[in-house]
């Protein structure tokens, strides 16, 4: 755990002490969480011969929604804590947030750009998804970085020890009591998920199933994940029995499992459809 890669003295023009001035790892395992994503993204649109920079233009939009998403349904769950302390709104700079909240954000955000723009939904879905996932694996290294998300106390061999105060302050992080490294669990998850689904990416069958598969195989892993989460700042929901984000994992897996099936007869009939090619003339 290292939540702050460095701090130096910050001064005014005429000299006068401001305090220090740190930089977060957090937000820079964030940084190159979301330009590794970005490059993968890029990648797979030229491969799908889709217009990159139209692609980039969308994944940026994404992730601003994104941010604030993750941000916002962090408020909501944790309400009665947030609304008692403004002040510690200022702790969601180092919080990655609840991640469904990011993708419901990115969702909405990516899905006005693209009815703006009029693209094709689906094959852009998966483009994007191995993208965003690559982006999951890197920055919940971040999440330990910063001591957010952590894990329920354990006396497993691979439990950690967060001792930073500075985080124990911020976020809550319990303080030299072995916990269950949550965070590398899910990047360890989102890394397998990643490498899955680029090796779906080049054999898949119909547009729409890298995305629907990667919807299906998190929500799995996060619903499992949450049994082993330690912060109370989930929220919880059906008097405690579920997390927040059990709850809409077990929502968005039932949608993607039904939309599969859709999207997989609905662009058989389209090609069934399709007008036949005119033959070639033969050569004289």
Known sequence: MYPRLFTIPAFDLIGRHLGPISLPTYGVLLAIA?????????????????DVIRVTDLAIYSLIGGLVGARLLLVIVDWQFYSKNWSELWGLVQSGGVFYGGLIGGILVGAWYIRRHQMAVWPLADVLAPGVVLGQAIGRLGCLAAGCCFGKPTTVAWAVTFRDMYAAQRLGTPVDIP???????ESIATILIFAFL?????????????AMIY??????????????????ARGFVLEGRLSTSQLISIVLFAAAAATL????????VDAASAPAAPPAEAAS
């Not at 916990?179 to 669990?185: A, E, F, G, K, L």
């Not at 099936?261 to 058989?268: D, F, G, M, N, V």
């Open 34 to 50: 979301f330009l590794a994503g970005l490059w993968v993204v890029g990648r797979e649109a030229k491969r799908s011969n889709l």
């Open 179 to 185: 916990v269950h490294p949550t965070q590398i669990y």
């Open 198 to 210: 680029m090796w779906l990416a080049r054999r898949k069958r119909f547009h729409g199933q890298v």
């Open 215 to 232: 919807v299906m195989l998190y929500s799995v892993a996060r619903y499992l994940i949450e049994y082993f989460r330690g912060d109370s």
């Open 261 to 268: 099936p859709y999207l997989a007869r609905k662009q058989r």
